[in-house]
C-alpha cells in the first residue's frame, strides 16, 4: 500500500516538476475533449427541448399518406374527428417551408384560439388581422425586422405580411426561424386552400392509443367508402421515437467526425506526450538502473496519466460549459441546429449530463495512455545502458 | 574466499551480422571474490565499460554466461535482474545520471520508493547517507546546484541507499578535481574496510595501490590479471 502510495506523490511531484510538459498535454486534451463534451451537451439539450415540445402538443397527428411519407388531408376529416368518443379539442395546422431572403424559415398557419398560452411574445402583439405575423427572434435579429414592417416571401411575393411581434429570446430553439400566421394566411401563401399539413388531435387521457388505431381503422371519416388516399396517423410515442432517431442520427454523424478527430489526435498527443521523451528515457533507464522493475516505472507513468486526465477532463467539462454560456455553443451548435451559421441568434439548448462527462475523462485517460504507456513499456523493457544513452 | 562474481566465455556484440559489427567483449572469463577492491583496467574502447554494464545486469551479454554468487543470472528476467540490482548492486556512474529535478536527498531516496518506505524514512535515511559523505549543506540542492564532485557524491550515496554487497563504479575520477579524487578514494576504502565488493573501471592509475584484483583488457579481450595480496590500507 505505502509503495503505491510512494508512486501516487512520486506521480504528482513528476507532474508539478515537468510543468511545460504537464501544461501542454493538459492544454492539448482540453483542445480534444471539449467540443466533444459541448456537442453532446447541445444534443442531450436539444433532445430535451425537442421532447418537451413533443411532451406539450397533440395526443395525435393525422396526415394523408402518398407513399409513405406525410401529406395534406383534407379540412372535411375535422368534423368526423371531433365527433369521436374521448376527443377534447382538433384543430388543422400548416407547415411549411419557404426562404426569407437567403434563410430558411418555418412558416406554420394555425387558428389564432390555437395558439398555445405557452407562447411569449418578447415585442408587439399577436396577429389579429389578414397579413400578421408573429416572427422569430432569429430572424427579426438577422433582417433587423421591427414591428409594422412588411415583408413578402420567395413562393408567392404577391402576397404581403406584416410584422406584429416577435417570439421571446428565450422561447424554444424551434421558434427562432419561424414565422407565425393565421390558418388562412398560410393556406393562401401556398395555396392549399381546404388543406391542412396535419390535424391535431387532443384526447381524454388513455385514449389516444385507442383513438388512433380507430382513426387509422377508418373511423370518424364523413365519406361512406375507404377514405383515398389513406390517413397516416402518428400518436406521441411515435413522434417522440421519430425525434430520438433524428437527434441520435445527428449525434451518430457528429461522433463519427469527432471519430476521425480523435483519430487525428491520438498521433498529436504522441507527439505531446513524447515532449521530453529523450529526458524521460534516460530517466527510466536511471531508475531501472537502480533497481526499480518495469510495472512499477508503468504504475508511476499510469498514474501520472491518470492524474491529467483528471484535471483535463473537468477542465474541459468546465471550458463546455463557459463556452455555451458566453459564446452560445458558436462553431458547434451547427451541427445540431440547420441553419443557424457560426453563431446562433438564440440560446442554444444544453444540457450537461453525467455520462458524457464521464466519456470525457475516459477519452482523456485513453489518448494519454495510448500517447505514453507504450513508449515507457518499450523503454522499461529495454536494457538499462541502452534507455541511459 | 567466496566468489562474488564469475563471468564464462562472455561476448558482448553489437550490430550483430551487420558490415558495422563490432565485438565489445570476446570470451571474457573472470572471477571476483567477496570483499576485493578489483580494478578493470584498459585504454579507451577496450571494453571496460561494457564489461561493467555486464556485470552490473544493466546490460545483457550476447553469448556467455555470468554467475552471481555461484547462480547463473545470465538468462534471468527483466524482474530477477531488477531485483539483484536493487538488493545486492550499488552502481556508481560516469557521468553521475543524477535526476535533474530532484534535489539531492530525493535522488539518493529514490530507490526507496518501491520499497513501500514513506517521505519521512527516506529522507532520513537519505540524509545520514549523505552526511556521512559529508554533504549535510547540500540536501535541498539540485544536480546542477552542485560541483561534479558532489554530484559524485550524491551518486554515491544513492549507490549505497540500499546497502549493497557489490559497488560498481565507472570511470569514477573522470569527471571530478583532484581534492575530490581523494575524497572518492577514501570513500571506497571505507565502503571496502565495511566488507563490500568494490569494482572500479578506469584507466586513471591512481586505483592501482588500491586495488588487490586488476584485470586488464584491450580490444574486448582480457589480455592479463593480476591478484594482489591484501594491503593495509
Known amino acids: 500500500m505505502n509503495k503505491h502510495l510512494n508512486f501516487l506523490l512520486t506521480s504528482i511531484g513528476n507532474i508539478l516538476r515537468n510543468k511545460v510538459r504537464s501544461l501542454v498535454l493538459i492544454l492539448c486534451l482540453i483542445a480534444v475533449l471539449f467540443p466533444f463534451v459541448t456537442a453532446l451537451s447541445i444534443s442531450e439539450g436539444i433532445k430535451f427541448q425537442s421532447l418537451i415540445s413533443v411532451e406539450e402538443g397533440a395526443d395525435i397527428y393525422v396526415t394523408s399518406d402518398y407513399f409513405g411519407s406525410n401529406a395534406p388531408i383534407s379540412l372535411d376529416y375535422l368534423e368526423g374527428f371531433r365527433k369521436m368518443d374521448g376527443v377534447t379539442k382538433v384543430y388543422p395546422r400548416i407547415v411549411g417551408r419557404t426562404y426569407f431572403v437567403n434563410r430558411l424559415a418555418t412558416i406554420v398557419g394555425i387558428l389564432p384560439e390555437n395558439i398555445p398560452p405557452s407562447i411569449r411574445l418578447a415585442e408587439g402583439g399577436m396577429f389579429r388581422e389578414k397579413g400578421e405575423v408573429i416572427v422569430g427572434k432569429g430572424l427579426a435579429k438577422e433582417f433587423l425586422l421591427q414591428p409594422g414592417v412588411r415583408f413578402s416571401l420567395s413562393i408567392n411575393p404577391s402576397q404581403l405580411f406584416r410584422v406584429s411581434g416577435f417570439f421571446d429570446a428565450d422561447a424554444s430553439i424551434w421558434s427562432a426561424n419561424l414565422i407565425l400566421m393565421s390558418f388562412e394566411d398560410a393556406a393562401e401563401f401556398f395555396q392549399m386552400k381546404g388543406k391542412a399539413t396535419d390535424i391535431l388531435i387532443y384526447t381524454r387521457p388513455g385514449y389516444a392509443t385507442k383513438l388512433a388505431e380507430k382513426i387509422q381503422e377508418g373511423a370518424g371519416t364523413s365519406s361512406h367508402d375507404r377514405p383515398e388516399p389513406p390517413l397516416r396517423v402518428q400518436d406521441k410515442t411515435l413522434v417522440k421515437r421519430y425525434f430520438q432517431r433524428g437527434f441520435n442520427y445527428k449525434a451518430g454523424v457528429f461522433t463519427a467526425l469527432y471519430t476521425v478527430a480523435f483519430a487525428l489526435a491520438i498521433p498529436a498527443l504522441l507527439i505531446v506526450s513524447g515532449f521530453g521523451q529523450t529526458e524521460r528515457k534516460k530517466e527510466i533507464g536511471v531508475i531501472k538502473a537502480t533497481g526499480w522493475q518495469t510495472q512499477e516505472v508503468m504504475e508511476m507513468v499510469a498514474l501520472e496519466n491518470l492524474i491529467v486526465s483528471l484535471t483535463s477532463a473537468p477542465l474541459a467539462v468546465l471550458l463546455a460549459m463557459v463556452w455555451l454560456k458566453w459564446f452560445n455553443g458558436a462553431f458547434i451548435a451547427q451541427f445540431f441546429i440547420a441553419e443557424i451559421g457560426l453563431m446562433a441568434p438564440f440560446p442554444v439548448p444544453s444540457r450537461f449530463l453525467p455520462l458524457p462527462c464521464f466519456l470525457a475523462f475516459l477519452f482523456a485517460v485513453v489518448l494519454t495512455m495510448v500517447g505514453s504507456l507504450y513508449s515507457t513499456w518499450k523503454t522499461a523493457t529495454i536494457p538499462p545502458v541502452e534507455a541511459m544513452r | ?233
Open chain 2, 1 to 233: 574466499m567466496e566468489t562474488i562474481i564469475r563471468t564464462e566465455k562472455v561476448d558482448k556484440i553489437y550490430y550483430q551480422g551487420r558490415p558495422e559489427e563490432v565485438r565489445a567483449l570476446n570470451q571474457i572469463e573472470l572471477e571476483i571474490s567477496k570483499n576485493r577492491f578489483v580494478l578493470i583496467r584498459g585504454p579507451s574502447g577496450s571494453g571496460k565499460t561494457t564489461l561493467l554494464n555486464v556485470i552490473s545486469t544493466i546490460d545483457r551479454p550476447t553469448n556467455g554466461r555470468i554467475f552471481l554468487y555461484g547462480e547463473d543470472i545470465s538468462k534471468y528476467s527483466d524482474v530477477q535482474l531488477s531485483r539483484i540490482r536493487q538488493k545486492t548492486i550499488g552502481l556508481i556512474f560516469q557521468n553521475f545520471n543524477l535526476l535533474p529535478r530532484l534535489p539531492a536527498w530525493e535522488n539518493v531516496a529514490f530507490p526507496l520508493l518501491p520499497l513501500g518506505i514513506m517521505e519521512r524514512e527516506r529522507r532520513k535515511r537519505s540524509a545520514e547517507m549523505l552526511i556521512q559523505l559529508k554533504l549535510e549543506k547540500r540536501l535541498d540542492h539540485a544536480p546542477e546546484q552542485m560541483s561534479g564532485g558532489e554530484q559524485q557524491r550524491v551518486a554515491i550515496a544513492r549507490a549505497l541507499i540500499n546497502d549493497p554487497e557489490l559497488v560498481i563504479a565507472d570511470e569514477p575520477t573522470s569527471n571530478i578535481d583532484a581534492e575530490s579524487i581523494k575524497t572518492l578514494l577514501d570513500i571506497l576504502t571505507n565502503l571496502k574496510n565495511k566488507g563490500k565488493t568494490i569494482i572500479v573501471s578506469s584507466h586513471d592509475p591512481v586505483f592501482l595501490d588500491y586495488s588487490e584484483t586488476i584485470f586488464l583488457l584491450k580490444d574486448g579481450n582480457l589480455i592479463d590479471t593480476k591478484i594482489i595480496p591484501p594491503t593495509p590500507l
